[in-house]
């Protein structure tokens, strides 16, 4: 434990040295966008987008997306009450560092985990599950945002794994969720059933033949 934190100490004043770079510097800003307002914007954006469009794909995307940031915060929140650590720009700047159970629990208190990780890991895995074609972008944007904690004096790269984690977690809770609900649809003796793609599975109702009736004439 002691060697991890050590690492992570040495990774935050290598990475405040070159905090003025403008790699750093353009990383840094990307990962901004992996805070609570601006992904349930997108999340609820693609929702709405899809509602406008009459596309049920989309929709679900956006739905799950929500849900995954919403159960991603929750998590994230339990942890960060439980666990105190001080954000590497206490260490930078004043030399200060505490890693403890308990404690307070504001800004330069809870470190642990990077909740823009967890965030933008959950929502992106969510829209990978309805457009698997674009995962390799919606994972690349989830890195960047990561990666962008650490120039920003924000996280130790341990906070960003944990925060990685609670985002994975996330997105499978609501993945197993959606499964539940996709196989009661199906299931259901009427209406129709949303698959996997948000592609809509017709109920198809046979004609009943009505015997023949003869009147009879007397």
């Known amino acids: 434990m002691k060697k991890?934190?050590?690492?992570?100490?040495?990774?935050?004043?290598?990475?405040?040295?070159?905090?003025?770079?403008?790699?750093?510097?353009?990383?840094?800003?990307?990962?901004?966008?992996?805070?609570?307002?601006?992904?349930?914007?997108?999340?609820?954006?693609?929702?709405?987008?899809?509602?406008?469009?009459?596309?049920?794909?989309?929709?679900?995307?956006?739905a799950r997306m929500l849900a995954a940031e919403a159960v991603s915060i929750v998590l994230k929140d339990l942890v960060k009450r439980?666990?105190?650590?001080?954000?590497?720009?206490?260490?930078?700047?004043?030399?200060?560092?505490?890693?403890?159970?308990?404690?307070?629990?504001?800004?330069?208190?809870?470190?642990?985990?990077?909740?823009?990780?967890?965030?933008?890991?959950?929502?992106s895995r969510a829209l990978a599950r309805e457009y698997p074609e674009g995962d390799l972008p919606a994972y690349a944007a989830a890195a960047t945002i990561a990666v962008g904690q650490i120039p920003a004096s924000a996280h130790y790269p341990t906070d960003i794994t944990a925060g990685a984690a609670v985002g994975y977690i996330s997105e499978w809770l609501v993945d197993q969720a959606v499964q539940a609900i996709d196989a009661r649809l199906e299931r259901a003796p009427h209406g129709a059933a949303l698959g996997a793609g948000g592609e809509e599975t017709p109920l198809v109702i046979e004609p009943v033949e009505q015997p023949e009736r003869h009147l009879a004439i007397v």
């Open 4 to 62: 991890i934190e050590r690492a992570d100490k040495k990774a935050a004043r290598a990475a405040a040295k070159r905090a003025d770079h403008p790699v750093a510097k353009a990383v840094a800003v990307v990962g901004k966008f992996g805070d609570q307002p601006p992904l349930l914007a997108l999340s609820a954006g693609v929702l709405a987008m899809g509602w406008w469009r009459g596309d049920r794909r989309t929709m679900r995307a956006g």
């Open 82 to 123: 439980a666990v105190t650590r001080t954000r590497p720009h206490l260490l930078v700047d004043k030399g200060h560092y505490e890693l403890r159970f308990g404690g307070p629990h504001d800004g330069p208190y809870n470190s642990f985990p990077s909740g823009h990780t967890a965030g933008a890991v959950a929502v």
